[in-house]
């Protein structure tokens, strides 16, 4: 291969655990983009994903025609106008709905992950305050996703592989700390969409080792729990 043929080529920097870094796997798949994959040590990072992103230096990256893109929800936006022409549109088409889309990130990433993330790492009334909290949010989304497949609709979209992760992580939150937040009685919709996002031809053969990732977490949430107790 020569360096122009190289410099052509998709890549992506990731770690196998990170929810972020799914969401552009997904968003790849979906358009039907070959990649590299380069799986990072995010106790070593490599000289090349330092250079990449130098002002996070997190993962994921993608790097196209030898430029990088960094945070996830930017990197989605840039494969579906990079490859507008290919697969299923991510973002819609209508302004509004594109906005509402873009809103619905943002609620996940500043309201509903911090509670949810809170409820996981903590216990007794500190984490009875977060899983009220938290439960409050998902109604918003359980009202939202009523009669419908996937939030975008038919098809995985933009806010589809925003809560993507959350579909396999609560399941093993609730798991580890034996409370139950999300059920069919309560929230029909939403455990409707965690299996139909589950098995989507998207998703279901690009997820993380799940095993391993419930040994990551429950390592976890010990260290969140003796740090408390010191």
Known sequence: MNRQEEGEKVKLFGFWASPYVFRVIWALTIKGVEYDYIEEDLENKSVQLLEYNPVHKKVPVLVYRGKPIAESEVILEFIDEAWKDRGDRILPEDPYERAMARFWARFL?????????????????????????????????????????????????????????LSYVIPMYQEITGVKMITEEKFPSLSAWMGNFLSSPVVKDHLPPLDRLRLRLQAIRDAFLNDRVK
């Open 109 to 165: 990433k500043d309201k509903l992950s911090p509670s949810i993330w809170k409820w996981f790492t903590t216990q007794g009334q500190e984490q009875e305050g977060a899983n009220e909290a938290a439960t409050e949010q998902l109604l918003v989304l359980e009202k939202e996703l009523h009669g419908k497949r996937f939030f975008a609709g038919e098809k995985i979209g933009f806010v589809d592989l925003s809560f993507g992760p």
